[in-house]
């Protein structure tokens, strides 16, 4: 389609001017604001341009690179002469995904969805430069409107016509702002497996850091190639990129689900449903039998409680962590799989194949612009969704380490190669562990097994501990299911509710329901942890519960109160939770010597009644040694006195000796480090 330009720049300066409505015209207000303000973009919504002028829309579509700059220059003469942008938003109708860009769409006006994967710095880039002839000070400007630096051929002068030598004259020549983002696919665009795609975009003027790694964005622009090289010389292939026009960034709650009105009723019937909790729990992983505790805090993780920003800056997180430690075989893999799939916004990873680096963020090289870039990881990928991270215990102590902010702030924190950065990772966190030694030990206690730090368990609102152990009545009933799911899955796994209608269901509550507490519900939260910590008034008495449960239980009322789409947390929300609490804790937080709740054992990985006992053997050891050291046989023989354990000895000195309190300065010859 031809385009004639004072045509075009006639219909661009009336929409400008008259849309909807002479008397009401919507862009003429911002236009006015821009001349009082320092904006330099007039943001046009693709749609008002379809309604006014659907001719004027598909040249937009079409020739993007004639027709913008005239949009442009239709701006500038309403404006008298200033360098302004106009920038289109919401071209639904072009709206492509990442991987499905074919060479149809180069040069064409497109729209694409992703997350910002890595974002460079802001460099300047010249627009116009100004040159000086070296042989007779002639000055010329040469317009760059290619991606290669253009010199002049030839000096202008006519009295002298040579070819140079020229100067370039930076302090004369016109600049604007340049940065690369690269954006991939979103993880709930991925099945199957599939490698998310990436492109590049550029972006200029005042659109740069306006994202960052992490970030959701929509971008409008030109798809653009620039021809790929080797040394040996040029090759028939091109790179695609994408010419920014507009980038938006959308709202961590703000999914591309869309959810119609129909939906959005039989959402609210749903949730009429006396047993929409249990309906909704028996929707996780149909295909395992049994967890139903499990299974209902999974659903409770999926639909997360409110997250809070305290007049004084302070976040405290809405998403409750959840970690499952399990004998092999008892399908924790399948749960955290599923419940990757159902999320809104879910991702999958295990922990053999998975670094530091990869789940938080890394520092890379930029082979566009030569400098250090940022790039996001997992949990910031996901943010506002949830991370299944299964196999937990196989990932290198440091690689766990990293995600301990992550976990409680929600936030990446990042300092490498000269880049500073916070970015959010405001995901609900579900891990898979094995015990240390393959299979619980009923004869130990669960603390001791489970090869965890406990700075990174006691991030975790539930711990859940599933031991396999062989029951009549329950493995005829596990193995009816597995050969009824194998012989006809359709009838037996059909889950209560339609898995496409859960999936919004979830996103709706997400997005418009934030229940506050009931005065029934803080009275039953507060009894509980008043009479658990009055336990402890004892000195001699562990410690049974924090203030750190007292803000999970919290987050799973607010979390249980979604489920029923309701705006307040009530008196059965609360004792649901603390029911739920009551059986992880008591399995976890036991201390085996004294029989009593001690939540030290999730906290720092011991009771305090073995750790009363180490401060006492580490006090006989230092009575002992008067210079000389002592002898493993005098340690355990004076221990023996005390009523220890001679084990128990041998095993305190191993874990002595590996931080530093003791040493053995000849064979089985003990000396205090003092």
Known sequence: MEIEYEDILNRFRDFFLAYPDVSNPKYKTYIDEMKTTEKKSLDIDCDDILDYDPELYEAIVERPVDVIPIAEDALKSILLGEDVFVRFYNAKSEEIEIRDLRSIHVNKFIQVMGIVGRSSEVKPEIVEAVFQCQRCGHIQIVEQIEEFFKKPGICENPACGRNGPFKLLEDQSKFRDWQVLKIQERPEKLRGGRMPRRINLIIRDDLVELAKAGDRVTVTGILKTVQESTFKGKKTTFRKYIDVNSIRIEDQDVEEIKIAKEEEEKIKKLAQDPFIIEKIASCIAPSVYGYPDIKEAIAMQLFSGVLKELPDGTRLRGDPNILLVGDPGVAKSQLLQYASRIAPRGLYTSGKGTSAAGLTAAVVHDETTGGWALEAGALVIADGGIACIDEIDKMSKDDRSSIHEAMEQQTISIAKAGIVATLNARSAILAASNPKYGRFDRFKSFAEQIDLPPTLISRFDLVFIITDVPD??????????????????????????????????????????????????????????????????????????????????????????????????????????????????????????????????????????????????????????????????????????????????????????????????TPNKFKVLR
Do not use: C
Not at 569 to 595: H, M, Q, R, S, Y
Not at 603 to 630: A, V
């Open 472 to 665: 009549e009545e329950r493995d005829k009933a596990t193995a009816k299911h597995i050969l009824d799911v194998h012989r006809n899955a359709g009838e037996v796994i059909t889950p209560p509710i339609d898995l496409e209608l859960l999936e919004k269901y979830i996103l709706y509550a997400k997005i418009n329901k934030f229940p506050v507490l009931t005065k029934q519900a803080s009275r039953k939260m507060h009894n509980f942890y008043v009479q658990l910590r009055k336990i402890a008034q004892d000195r001699d008495a562990p410690v049974p519960i924090t203030a750190r449960q007292l803000e999970a239980l919290i987050r799973l009322g607010e979390a249980r109160a979604k489920m029923r789409l309701s705006d307040k947390v009530e008196a059965e929300d609360a004792e649901a939770v603390i029911k739920l609490f009551k059986n992880t804790l008591f399995k976890v937080g036991i201390d085996p010597e004294t029989g009593k709740l001690d939540i030290d054992v999730i906290m720092t990985g011991k009771p305090k009644s073995q750790r009363d006992r180490l401060i006492h053997l580490m006090d006989i050891i230092s009575e002992l040694d008067k210079g000389d050291g002592i002898s493993l046989e005098d340690i355990i023989q004076e221990a023996e006195r005390e009523g220890m354990d001679k084990n128990f000895v041998r095993r305190a000195i191993e874990e002595f000796k590996q931080k530093g309190d003791l040493y053995e300065p």
